[in-house]
């Protein structure tokens, strides 16, 4: 026995100065799900001791005495655990632990809590649509509109979603948040014409965490609104030009109307039986006798 325990002691020394030890506690980093029918955990593995070291994640239910360990370690990725349909169940408390062991021995993490139905991250809203409109007095908003995460049930009140959406124009650094409550449009004013506006959204359900911020898409919002106002007092302008030259015209032809009837033109000869071209012939002869 104390040969045993030296030889112990002896290996364990080499180790400690080879860089060898057990390995580090894992912690537990994260819990989701996406719609309350899955969901996954990920944990950070700590330190290797220097050796090859195998994690393990086992859980029990809140009220069982049985303990199982991780159902798929592949689907969710590295360091991770997935729980497919089959093993999850909401209203129920899971007791979560990850496991460390390598050559020189074991760590565990501290057991995590977990209730599916409080830890519920959906995926973005989608199908994000932008349109710049116009409103009866001229002015302009830009109309957002998107549609739930595919995979989430809103419309069995499965799920009770809110919404948030963000925006910011082009050069700007910081970002504009509306909370817009359980609709799937929104309206924003007082947008500046020329400007181009980045805008992206995300989803929270009744119980759980903001989804991460959904594709980004952007919208300039135009001139053309501010033109076409110009344009219509342009026409009313030239309209009113050519209505005032119809009127001066108007005018000038009544003044000689009147002018006329003031001065009329002085009439012919009207003796009956007068021929003019006899005064012509006989003035014609006077001016011939005169003339010699």
């Known amino acids: 026995m104390p040969s045993a325990l030296a030889y112990m002691v002896l290996v364990l020394s080499i180790s400690l100065l080879n860089g060898q030890s057990p390995p580090g506690k894992p912690e537990i980093h994260k819990c989701r799900s996406p719609d309350k029918e899955t969901f996954t955990c990920w944990w950070n593995p700590g330190s290797d001791g220097g050796l090859p070291t195998n994690y393990s994640l086992t859980y029990s239910k809140e009220g069982e005495k ?19 349909k089959q093993y999850t169940s909401i209203w129920k408390i899971y007791i979560i632990t990850v496991n460390a062991t390598n050559e020189m021995g074991s760590s565990t993490s501290d057991p995590l809590y977990v209730d599916v139905t409080y830890i519920v ?18 002015k302009t908003y830009l109309l957002v509109k998107w549609f739930p ?35 799937t449009q929104f309206k924003v004013f ?3 014409p020329g400007q181009k506006y980045l ?12 989804s991460r911020w959904g594709q980004e898409k952007s919208i300039e919002i135009p001139n053309d609104f501010t033109l ?21 015209w108007a005018v000038a032809l009544k003044g000689y109307s009147m002018m006329t009837c003031i001065f009329p033109p002085v009439p012919g000869p009207k003796i009956k039986g007068f021929d003019t071209h006899l005064l012509e012939v006989h003035n014609k002869e006077q001016l011939e006798k005169y003339a010699y």
Not at 199 to 207: L, S
Not at 229 to 247: E, G, K, Q, R
């Open 66 to 84: 049985n303990t199982y360990e991780c159902p798929d370690y592949k689907t969710s990725g590295p360091n991770s655990c997935f729980f497919s």
């Open 121 to 138: 991250e959906p995926e973005p809203p989608r199908n994000l649509t932008l349109e710049v409109k116009q409103l009866k007095d001229k």
């Open 149 to 183: 995460p595919t995979i989430t049930d809103v419309k069995t009140g499965w799920f009770t979603m809110e919404y948030e959406i963000r925006l910011k124009s082009e050069e700007a650094d910081e970002w504009e948040i509306h909370f817009t409550g359980h609709q």
């Open 190 to 192: 007082d947008l500046y």
């Open 199 to 210: 805008v992206q959204t995300r989803c929270k359900p009744d119980h759980g965490y903001w």
């Open 228 to 248: 076409k106002d110009t344009t219509v007092w342009i026409i009313v302008a030239v309209l009113s030009a050519v209505i005032c030259l119809i009127m001066v």
